[in-house]
Every structure is written in structure tokens, then in C-alpha cells.
Nanobody, 116 residues
Framework: QVQLVESGGGLVQAGGSLRLSCVAS?????MGWYRQAPGKQRELVAD???????NYADSVKGRFTISRDNAKNTVYLQMNSLKREDTAVYYC?????????????WGQGTQVTVSS
């Protein structure tokens, strides 16, 4: 089992910044952030491997930066130049490979609201 604890969401004006943090109960190779807006499917925002390889959704490239501190089992999402369309519940995700199976673990979610 892997527990994920998120923090850092909130209300911000368009153009502003927020930083999300997620602490995992153990070291996981791939961690990332997904988001889900009302009436929409959950989508990948960004993820990062323990080696530092990153992957971003096109909609956030150049504005968001994912990073991690392996010693603290923590992943961060720095969100700059926020737009109203970034409003969503953001979920921390950890992917654990068990033999041939990939298991996804999720945090409880943190609300990010961007106002105009």
C-alpha cells in the first residue's frame, strides 16, 4: 500500500502561481499529477520518474514545472501563469510496478480555483 498526502491547493487570480506538494509513504519510481474539472475526465498534467524524466500535458507546457525530492518521497507541481481553465481538483498519482501489473495510487485531491 502507498499513501499519498497532498497540500497546496487554493484560490488564486488568473496569472498567479501556486505550488502543490505530495508526500508518499514510500519511494515510487513514477509520480505525477492529474486533474479533473467538473464534467470532464481526469487527465494527466505531468509526471516524473525517480531519475528525473518528465512528461507534461501540452496545455501546461511552459507554465507548470514538476519536480521531486527522492530523499523526502515528495513530488511538487509549480504552477505559474494560471488560467481559469486550470481550475480543477488536482490528484497526486503514484505508479507502482508489481511484476507485470501497474498499480495506481491516488491522493485525496486538492482543489485549485483560478478566478478572473
Amino acid at each position: 500500500q502507498v499513501q499519498l498526502v497532498e497540500s497546496g491547493g487554493g484560490l488564486v487570480q488568473a496569472g498567479g502561481s501556486l505550488r502543490l506538494s505530495c508526500v508518499a509513504s514510500k519511494n515510487i519510481n513514477t509520480m505525477g499529477w492529474y486533474r479533473q474539472a467538473p464534467g470532464k475526465q481526469r487527465e494527466l498534467v505531468a509526471d516524473i520518474t525517480s531519475g528525473g524524466t518528465t512528461n507534461y500535458a501540452d496545455s501546461v507546457k511552459g507554465r507548470f514545472t514538476i519536480s521531486r525530492d527522492n530523499a523526502k518521497n515528495t513530488v511538487y507541481l509549480q504552477m505559474n501563469s494560471l488560467k481559469r481553465e486550470d481550475t480543477a481538483v488536482y490528484y497526486c498519482n503514484a505508479k507502482l510496478q508489481v511484476l507485470a501489473t501497474m498499480i495506481n495510487y491516488w491522493g485525496q485531491g486538492t482543489q485549485v480555483t483560478v478566478s478572473s
